[in-house]
């Protein structure tokens, strides 16, 4: 909004009448603006946005209900007409033979014992208690008039408000540690000394994202220093809001709740939500780049976390295992190898290399059957497989742009044979056929690596990217709602390419709060090597 409260009940017609025509022009555009944010919050239903269904104004919803109650007497009446089963249209041919049961009316008891639901008028209220040691005072002033846009004098102007923040400050390198801050943040108003308005400074406040219902706002009890150290308690040490609570209070004598806690680390995601799309063109523009995907609970929905990972960059989604998902994300700009595991959605993008590491440990499997041919068939890849492994692993200590292929076309040629008789004769080992056939349809993923001895060998890198949040996953049992699964994915890769830059992403975060809640754009992410 860019008329507060104050400054409209300062407007009245006669103020109006007096303003010049540039001026005029100015408020108009700003009330136009104000007018269409309000009308669109006024118009936002359970039906068309994400407000939960006890938001609506209970004669709203009645008259609702009634609406659809209208609609399926409508459509049951035509069917009933159809059958011939009743009369429509004529209520004294109702049915006489159903008796109507009495309405009991409601002794004085059971109409006293209604009453609305919630804090009822004239109970006391409740808030924060806690006496803060004050460390510093800092005051806000309007810089412009919000009626004529003119600048204000820097006199000093009148009190009309403030808040608390309660914040960490790092140590530096000569003297190492966190120290606690309280600051308190004084509001002023100043008047106008061309058209006489009295302008209030208001705090920043707007909604992150459109995907969720999180608000950014300057006005907040928890700094950025803080914010960032509640994150990387949750998700970093995988500590509770409960346990977080109870570290705070315990080691720096601060006192937050559990809801405080659990509303800082929801608006320090919400406010990433520009990071995803440099994420996402960082790796769609990488040389090389790892996928790989876990399961992963969202309430009661079993959904997929993924994961894009290059040099420099890493990238989580919450979805659903389809090709849609992986095609939507990287769209047609990805150009650069792909490394995955034998998922059938990764097959249709053709420059792409396979994981030996799955292929070998399968291999190694099968070699410990106690069926014979599948025994037989298991050492012979195990064999081969180990035999191109470090063949690869000497060609890489020898000049650049060596190819293998010609050189071992001889254990190709036996493992391709011994692949196609196993999938013919091992019709009763499920788990020896099914290696043959996966070897045989993903042929030239597998030994691509052949012809370019420098790429990896292994999917390594995005499993260990994965481990870290898989052992959330089992503590905390994923996410509840899609936009937690949203803000999860958005920290976790803010933090994970922070980490592969040798930056700290805890100053990353700490910036961008602090950034963010001033009403100015999401600082650009660290390059590789920042040295913080």
Same mark, same amino acid.
């Not at 004529?148 to 140590?171: F, P, Q, R, S, T």
């Not at 995005?462 to 937690?484: F, M, N, P, Q, Y």
């Given at each position: 909004?860019?008329?507060?409260?104050?400054?409209?009940?300062?407007?009245?017609?006669?103020?109006?009448?007096?303003?010049?025509?540039?001026?005029?022009?100015?408020?108009?555009?700003?009330?136009?603006?104000?007018?269409?944010?309000?009308?669109?919050?006024?118009?936002?239903?359970?039906?068309?946005?994400?407000?939960?269904?006890?938001?609506?104004?209970?004669?709203?919803?009645?008259?609702?209900?009634?609406?659809?109650?209208?609609?399926?007497?409508?459509?049951?009446?035509?069917?009933?007409?159809?059958?011939?089963?009743?009369?429509?249209?004529?209520?004294?041919?109702?049915?006489?033979?159903?008796?109507?049961?009495?309405?009991?009316?409601?002794?004085?008891?059971?109409?006293?014992?209604?009453?609305?639901?919630?804090?009822?008028?004239?109970?006391?209220?409740?808030?924060?208690?806690?006496?803060?040691?004050?460390?510093?005072?800092?005051?806000?002033?309007?810089?412009?008039?919000?009626?004529?846009?003119?600048?204000?004098?820097?006199?000093?102007?009148?009190?009309?408000?403030?808040?608390?923040?309660?914040?960490?400050?790092?140590?530096?390198?000569?003297?190492?540690?966190?120290?606690?801050?309280?600051?308190?943040?004084?509001?002023?108003?100043?008047?106008?000394?061309?058209?006489?308005?009295?302008?209030?400074?208001?705090?920043?406040?707007?909604?992150?994202?459109?995907?969720?219902?999180?608000?950014?706002?300057?006005?907040?009890?928890?700094?950025?220093?803080?914010?960032?150290?509640?994150?990387?308690?949750?998700?970093?040490?995988?500590?509770?809001?409960?346990?977080?609570?109870?570290?705070?209070?315990?080691?720096?004598?601060?006192?937050?709740?559990?809801?405080?806690?659990?509303?800082?680390?929801?608006?320090?995601?919400?406010?990433?939500?520009?990071?995803?799309?440099?994420?996402?063109?960082?790796?769609?523009?990488?040389?090389?780049?790892?996928?790989?995907?876990?399961?992963?609970?969202?309430?009661?929905?079993?959904?997929?976390?993924?994961?894009?990972?290059?040099?420099?960059?890493?990238?989580?989604?919450?979805?659903?295992?389809?090709?849609?998902?992986?095609?939507?994300?990287?769209?047609?700009?990805?150009?650069?190898?792909?490394?995955?595991?034998?998922?059938?959605?990764?097959?249709?993008?053709?420059?792409?290399?396979?994981?030996?590491?799955?292929?070998?440990?399968?291999?190694?499997?099968?070699?410990?059957?106690?069926?014979?041919?599948?025994?037989?068939?298991?050492?012979?890849?195990?064999? !081969?497989? #180990?035999?191109? /492994?470090? &063949?690869?692993?000497?060609?890489?200590?020898?000049?650049? %742009?060596?190819? $293998?292929?010609? @050189?071992?076309?001889?254990?190709?040629?036996? !493992?391709? #044979?011994?692949? /196609?008789? &196993?999938?013919?004769?091992?019709?009763?080992?499920?788990? %020896?056929?099914? $290696?043959?056939? @996966?070897?045989?349809?993903?042929?030239?993923?597998?030994?691509?690596?052949?012809?370019?001895?420098?790429?990896?060998?292994?999917?390594?890198?995005?499993?260990?990217? $994965?481990?870290?949040?898989?052992?959330?996953?089992?503590?905390?049992?994923?996410?509840?709602?899609?936009?937690?699964?949203?803000?999860?994915?958005?920290?976790?890769?803010?933090?994970?390419?922070?980490?592969?830059?040798?930056?700290?992403?805890?100053?990353?975060?700490?910036?961008?709060?602090?950034?963010?809640?001033?009403?100015?754009?999401?600082?650009?992410?660290?390059?590789?090597?920042?040295?913080?």
């Amino acid at each position: 909004m860019h008329l507060s409260d104050h400054d409209l009940l300062q407007l009245d017609e006669e103020r109006l009448m007096r303003l010049e025509s540039g001026t005029l022009r100015t408020l108009a555009v700003k009330l136009m603006a104000d007018l269409k944010q309000a009308r669109e919050q006024l118009n936002r239903t359970p039906q068309n946005s994400s407000l939960p269904p006890g938001s609506q104004a209970p004669w709203k919803k009645r008259a609702a209900e009634d609406d659809e109650q209208s609609d399926v007497d409508d459509i049951v009446d035509r069917k009933e007409d159809a059958s011939g089963n009743k009369e429509s249209g004529d209520p004294d041919k109702a049915d006489e033979s159903v008796p109507t049961p009495p309405t009991a009316s409601p002794s004085g008891e059971e109409v006293a014992a209604k009453r609305q639901a919630g804090k009822q008028t004239g109970t006391p209220g409740f808030g924060r208690t806690q006496v803060l040691p004050i460390t510093g005072t800092i005051v806000h002033s309007p810089p412009r008039c919000n009626l004529c846009d003119a600048a204000l004098a820097a006199a000093e102007g009148k009190l009309c408000g403030g808040h608390y923040v309660i914040d960490v400050v790092w140590g530096q390198a000569n003297a190492p540690g966190i120290s606690v801050s309280y600051m308190l943040h004084h509001h002023e108003e100043k008047r106008c000394d061309n058209c006489d308005h009295l302008t209030r400074y208001t705090p920043y406040d707007a909604r992150a994202t459109e995907f969720c219902d999180q608000v950014i706002s300057e006005w907040r009890l928890v700094g950025p220093g803080l914010a960032a150290l509640i994150v990387c308690l949750a998700l970093r040490f995988r500590l509770s809001r409960k346990r977080i609570a109870e570290f705070l209070f315990d080691w720096l004598a601060i006192e937050l709740s559990v809801g405080t806690i659990h509303q800082t680390i929801a608006e320090s995601s919400a406010l990433l939500a520009p990071a995803e799309e440099m994420l996402v063109n960082e790796i769609v523009q990488s040389k090389l780049l790892h996928a790989d995907e876990t399961p992963w609970k969202e309430g009661r929905t079993c959904l997929w976390l993924w994961v894009f990972t290059s040099l420099t960059t890493t990238l989580y989604f919450v979805g659903d295992r389809s090709k849609k998902i992986f095609f939507d994300l990287l769209g047609a700009g990805f150009t650069g190898w792909l490394m995955s595991d034998g998922y059938l959605v990764y097959r249709d993008y053709k420059q792409r290399l396979r994981c030996w590491a799955h292929l070998i440990r399968k291999a190694r499997g099968i070699a410990e059957s106690l069926d014979a041919k599948a025994q037989s068939f298991g050492k012979e890849a195990l064999r !081969l497989l #180990t035999l191109m /492994q470090d &063949a690869v692993y000497a060609a890489r200590e020898g000049p650049p %742009g060596l190819s $293998l292929t010609s @050189e071992l076309s001889a254990e190709l040629e036996q !493992l391709k #044979t011994a692949c /196609q008789c &196993a999938r013919d004769v091992l019709q009763h080992h499920k788990t %020896g056929r099914a $290696l043959a056939v @996966e070897f045989l349809n993903d042929w030239d993923a597998i030994f691509r690596v052949l012809d370019h001895p420098a790429m990896p060998l292994t999917n390594n890198t995005a499993e260990r990217t $994965l481990r870290h949040w898989v052992i959330l996953r089992k503590i905390c049992l994923g996410t509840r709602t899609a936009e937690g699964s949203k803000l999860f994915a958005l920290a976790a890769s803010v933090i994970d390419t922070c980490r592969q830059r040798g930056c700290s992403p805890w100053r990353y975060l700490e910036s961008a709060i602090a950034s963010r809640r001033n009403g100015m754009d999401l600082p650009p992410l660290p390059t590789a090597n920042c040295g913080v």
